[in-house]
């Protein structure tokens, strides 16, 4: 069924069928009766993955960064992301500013609690998209749902009926925008929103996004993988209470490289240092 109490077509299954394509993406999608069981069933599979750890290159240009374009090569750990900045705008790091980041790698290995505590701390973009994937059954209407060459693309906007708490979830629920599922692994292929109205909080005190703002993410399958490759955001307006949803951001990574669930910060080091 979809949002409006429609049977999604089953033509879209025929053509997928007819065009040769794989037959269990039909075996797969023939069980969804709505666009509610479609986007549960991909966030169970994105859970399934979440303790995946990699190492990659980053490039991102944002308010972390200073507006310059970073790059850096980044491993994920459990409690936070372990970086070593190699370029800055596309030049190479000054031999001072370069023992600058092996010292502070140096004070990450010596003190990893202390490094736990600062990641706990800030929530990066990857973050901010998983939420709204969370929101998205309950607190979003989902519409227009279609199958097109083994995606299955749908619509979604607030949910009326819907009561979001904090201030992130109210600017979230403020989104209009669509995301695309791979039909035959149902992971999460590309998901964009957008805030058609302003939205305030607290009369404007406690937040005042203003509309236009925008974000989008873009995921691959790499080596049986899927990787988030690129994040876009720009959030315009102020936050009392929540300083990162003024964050303006883009993120693009690459040459991805699968590690050990459990590696420590102290070992992210000793592979960044070698």
């Not at 600058?100 to 505590?117: C, G, K, V, W, Y």
């Not at 299955?152 to 009561?163: A, E, G, K, L, V």
């Not at 203003?210 to 989008?216: E, H, K, L």
Request: charged content about 25%.
């Amino acid at each position: 069924m979809t949002a409006t109490g429609h049977r999604l077509p089953c033509t879209a299954l025929l053509l997928c069928a007819c065009f040769g394509h794989a037959v269990t993406i039909h075996a797969q999608v023939q069980n969804f009766h709505n666009p509610q069981d479609l986007v549960l069933s991909m966030l169970n599979h994105e859970r399934e993955s979440h303790r995946d750890r990699y190492e990659y290159l980053l490039n991102e240009r944002s308010e972390r960064t200073g507006g310059h374009l970073w790059t850096e090569r980044v491993v994920e750990t459990s409690v936070g992301h372990v970086r070593l900045l190699l370029a800055e705008d596309g030049k190479p790091l000054s031999a001072a500013r370069e023992q600058q980041e092996h010292a502070r790698l140096a004070d990450i290995a010596a003190h990893p609690d202390e490094f736990a505590r600062s990641e706990q701390a800030q929530k990066n973009d990857e973050e901010h998209t998983r939420q709204m994937l969370d929101v998205l059954p309950r607190g979003f209407l989902l519409e227009n749902v279609k199958l097109q060459e083994g995606v299955w693309h749908i619509d979604f906007r607030p949910n009326p009926d819907y009561s979001p708490s904090g201030i992130e979830e109210h600017v979230l629920h403020g989104m209009t925008g669509w995301l695309a599922i791979d039909a035959s692994d149902l992971r999460l292929v590309h998901i964009e929103g957008h805030l058609p109205e302003n939205v305030a909080i607290g009369f404007g005190l406690l937040a005042n996004i203003r509309s236009g703002s925008y974000f989008s993410t873009d995921r691959q399958l790499i080596e049986g993988h899927w990787r988030t490759v690129h994040i876009l955001t720009d959030i315009r307006g102020k936050a009392a209470l929540f300083k990162t949803v003024s964050r303006n951001s883009d993120l693009t990574r690459s040459e991805f490289h699968y590690l050990d669930p459990n590696i420590t910060a102290v070992q992210a080091v000793a592979l960044l240092e070698h």
